[in-house]
Each structure stands twice: as C-alpha cells, then as structure tokens.
C-alpha cells in the first residue's frame, strides 16, 4: 500500500491519502491532527509514502516521524524527464503536474526553509493549487511510466536516497570543535584576533615578498602573473602545476601560501564557527545534484573535507566511526557492464591485480591505463596504455567507446538503471565539441551507473539498520561513514558487506565481479585500519 502525504502549514492539520500500488486511490483524503499523527500509519501498514519532495521528510523527522519507504515525486520526474531527453526542465510539483495537464511547465519556484514553495509575488492571485491531488495525479502517472523494472529500481533507490540524506543530516557527522581549532593552529599559527592572515600565511607572504624583492599580493593572480612576467617568467595562470615549471625561489613559498589560504577560507575558523554546532557538522545533501547521480552539498563543503582536518570527525564516547569505502568501483563496474569480467579479478586491489597480469606489476600503470580508457585519454603513455587494454579486454572498451560514439553522434546515453544524460546542444556538432561529449559520455555510462550502485547500497544498508543504534552520518561517491556504539561495531561492518553484495545482485544479477568495501572501525576518521 502507498499513502500520498501532504504536510499542510507547520503545526497545522495533515493530509493523506490511501493508494494502491498503481496509484489508484482506495478512499478519499484524509485529515490528521499533524505530522506525528503519520507515525502511528507507519506502525500500522508500513506503506511506501508518496511524497513531494525531499523536504517533506525533513518535516517528518522534525516531529520525531521516520518512515521506512517513499517515493518522491519531485526526485522521479527529474529522472522521467531527462529520460525524455529535456534534462533540465521543469521538474517540480507544480511542472509535473502542468505538464500531465497537457500545458507547459513554469520555472521551478525556490523552496522555504520548511520545504513549501515560495509564492512567485507578494500578491500572487493565481488559483490555490491542491498539493494532495496534485502529488496522487502525478505519482500516478510516474508509475505508469515506470515500465521498466530497471528504471523503475532506480526511481526507487533515488527516493530512498533522499531518506538517508535527510536522516543524516539530522543525525550529523560528529565533529570536534577543539580538535579542528588545534589542526588549524598547528598548521596556521594562533587564530587572528581582529582578522587578516593567520602567522603562517603572513610569513610565507613574506617569503615570496623577498623573493620577488618587492610587495606582492599573494593572493592577487594578476599580480603574481606581473610580478613573474618582471623576473622573465610569462605564466597564464597560477595554478600550481603551471608554477612548478618554473625555477623561481618565490615558488616554494607561494604554494605552501595558496594550500593554507585554500584551507583557511574553505574550512578555517569562521567555517567551524558556521557550521558546527553542539559537536556536529550538518550539511545539506542534494540528491542526484551532479549530472551523474552522484551527490552534491548546499553549503559547508561537506564533500571536500580535506584529509588535514579529518581528526576533527570524532565518535562520540563510547561509540566509534565505522570507514567503508569501496575500492576501484568504478572499473569493477565497467566489467560488469560489459562483461568483460577478466577485467576486474577476485581481488581487494583491482589495479595491482591487473598490473601483475598486464603491465609487468607496475601498478600506476594499470591505473592509468583504466582511468585514461574511461575518461577518454589517448595521447602519450595513456595512449600506449589503452592500446594494450582494447586489445586484451575488447568488450570491455567496446562498451565504452560505443558510448563515446553514442555522445559525438549526438545521441542520448544511459546508465545502467536508466538515468539519461542531458541532449546534445547547439554547436555539439563541430568536431571539437563533439569529441568532448564523446569523453562526457564514455565516462557518464560508468559513473552513473556507479553511482547507482551506491545509491542502492545505502538504501540497503539503512534498512538493515533499522530500528538500531547505528547512524548513517556522511556519504561521498564511494564512501560511507556510520556512527554507532562500539559494542555493535562488528556487526555494522557485517551489514555493510551484506549491503555491497545485495547492491551487485540488484544491479548485475549474478556477476562474478565483486564489489569488496574496506572497512575501518576507528575513533576519528584520521585513523588508518
């Protein structure tokens, strides 16, 4: 059973709406007195709740109510209407269902901090929408689209991906405040009272000042461009592999300068000020938010905790982190999909695996071989290495260099649960653009799909958790992290290799290629094995 849900103004009244599996509605609507009143439904029938959007659930676990399945609405026809080939469009409530009304879609309006969509105008006089029929006339649809069970998978794993992102970032990633203060004064110096450069900034500005034997603004490009350009250095840019070609003694300095400027501002004293409270770190995940399916991060930077700052992610006392990562997922699924499996043998490391087969056991061949097959590389060494991997796992690169065909020619490339990856645009057709949608695309088929894998590894992974004390508390491409007593930290690791292995059955049947995830149960994510 499936109830449609429509959470009303804060505090206020609640409506359902009870659904067969197709959409078809059992009764009429519903009025409960509010949002925790959805508990006891959830008790009662454990249904898959239809939702809106994302924020929906963030009102929910804001009145104590977890829910075990949803679809969300607004999170499938993303994915229906890039399958159409409109990546991009409209894919809101209020777009869906203008669109299922046979009238085109307006922009997406933004979202208020409860998940309500913000009124156009102060004065908005347009007709009062209904969101409970709106969401059962939309979900209805979408289901009938679903058609294919792989599609429909992945529709499913998306929205229990919303669910995880939302419980985590209730849960949030714990973090220590005085940890990261004492990172940041052991690498910047003590913290400025009133502002400027911390001392270790201030003092390798100085080094490269002397260098150039005069005043310059390190943090000024089109400063050091001329500061370089009077010592007889022409430069473009100044990212640091440009200035590591040069032999100038303000090089040294200035890249140690631009490390500890980067840290200092993406994660310094003002960002911990910002965005930890009462020991946790909690940012706002975005669903599906890079083309590939991967996710993305609304603030905080969650994504790029850079590894000096990786001791202040501590478990709390008594409880430790458990690290799973998975280890070269992204070939391994290229041997899946292909069926190239020789490609990715029974091994925890896939690449030395393959380099004491192919390439003399140089492993950083082997790496850069697959990584250049994937991503499209092919002048110099990459060339050389690809070379010799078409011509020992011919299925293997022949999936992927049908894709890139597929990309140049203009046409539309899947993953391998159905996520589509956005049409060809004006001028795609010039040579150069479309040998570089060719390498967008090769790549694409793999990553998605890779990104599926995960997804339904975490939607796996939390309903074996269910109803224990461990916590989902951070999630990046490949990575997870859970939060739980120490006592129940030998099981989490069993359930994570369980949910890695329902995730390869649920995406390839029965493949030989495993999908080993490495795990750690450590007291603060620094902490090797």
């Known amino acids: 059973m499936r109830i449609a849900l429509d959470p009303g103004p804060r505090d206020g009244p609640v409506r359902v709406r009870r659904l067969t599996d197709d959409g078809t509605p059992l009764a009429g609507a519903k009025v409960l007195p509010g949002l925790a009143a959805v508990a006891d439904l959830e008790r009662e029938h454990a249904p898959r709740w239809v939702l809106a959007r ?18 969300d609405v607004e999170l499938v026809e993303g994915l229906l209407v890039a399958a159409a080939g409109r990546y991009g469009e409209p894919h809101g409530l209020a777009a869906a269902a203008a669109r299922l009304a046979g009238r085109a879609p307006d922009p997406d309006p933004p979202l208020d901090a409860d998940g309500d969509e913000v009124s156009p105008g102060l004065f908005d006089t347009g007709p009062a929408r209904d969101e409970l029929a709106d969401v059962v006339a939309v979900h209805a649809a979408q289901v009938r689209a679903l058609t294919d069970p792989r599609m ?14 939302e419980e985590m970032t ?20 003590p913290r400025p009272v009133l502002g400027g450069r911390p001392p270790a900034l201030a003092a390798l500005a100085a080094e490269v000042d002397a260098a150039f ?7 000024s490009p089109a400063e050091l461009l001329r500061a370089f350009a009077r010592a007889g250095h022409e430069l473009t840019t100044t990212r640091a592999w440009e200035l590591r070609r040069v032999a100038h003694p303000a090089v040294a300095p200035l ?19 910002t965005w930890v409270r009462d020991g946790r770190f909690r940012p706002e995940y975005v669903v599906g938010g890079v083309v590939t399916g991967r996710w993305a991060t609304r603030g905080g930077g969650a994504l790029q905790i850079p590894r000096t700052l990786r001791g202040a992610v501590r478990a709390d006392p008594g409880w430790r982190l458990v690290v799973a990562d ?8 290229l041997a899946a999909l292909s069926g190239d499996h020789a490609l990715a043998p029974d091994a925890d490391d896939l690449y030395a695996a393959l380099a004491a087969r192919e390439f003399g056991g140089d492993r950083g061949q082997a790496k ?49 649960l159905g996520r589509t990856c956005p049409p060809a645009r004006p001028g795609d057709e010039e040579p150069a653009r479309a040998r570089a949608r060719g390498r967008f695309t090769r790549n694409f088929v793999v990553q998605a799909t890779a990104a599926e894998w995960a997804l339904v590894l975490l939607a796996e992974l939390r309903l074996l958790l269910r109803g224990g004390p461990a916590e989902l508390v951070f999630f990046q491409h490949d990575e997870v992290l859970l939060h ?30 495993r999908f080993p995830l490495q795990s750690r149960v450590v007291g603060s994510y620094d902490e090797p094995a």
């Not at 429909?152 to 992102?165: K, N, P, Y």
């Not at 050389?384 to 293997?396: G, K």
């Open 368 to 416: 850069l071989a697959l990584l250049s097959a994937m991503y499209g590389a092919s002048a110099g060494q990459a060339g050389e290495l690809v070379a010799r991997l078409r011509r020992r796992y011919p299925a293997a690169m022949a999936y992927v260099d049908g894709a890139a065909r597929d990309g140049e020619a203009g046409r539309l490339v899947r993953s391998h």
């Open 326 to 333: 998975a280890a070269q997922l992204e070939p391994r699924v």
């Open 484 to 513: 739980c007593p120490a006592e129940v930290a030998t099981d989490v690791v069993d359930a994570i290799a369980t949910a890695a292995d329902t995730a390869r059955r649920r995406l390839f049947g029965d493949t030989p290629v």
């Open 255 to 273: 890249l140690a300068y631009k490390e500890l400027a980067r840290l200092h501002a993406a994660h310094g004293w003002s960002w911990l000020a």
């Open 170 to 189: 209730a849960h949030g990633l714990p973090w220590s405040a005085a940890a990261h203060d004492a990172l940041l004064t052991e690498l910047l110096g």
């Open 152 to 165: 429909r998978l992945l529709a499913a794993a998306e929205s229990a991906g919303a669910l995880v992102a």
């Open 54 to 71: 994302p924020r929906t659930y963030r009102r929910l676990l804001a009145a104590g109510v977890r829910v075990g399945r949803a679809h």
């Open 213 to 219: 034997g005069r005043p310059v603004n390190s943090d």
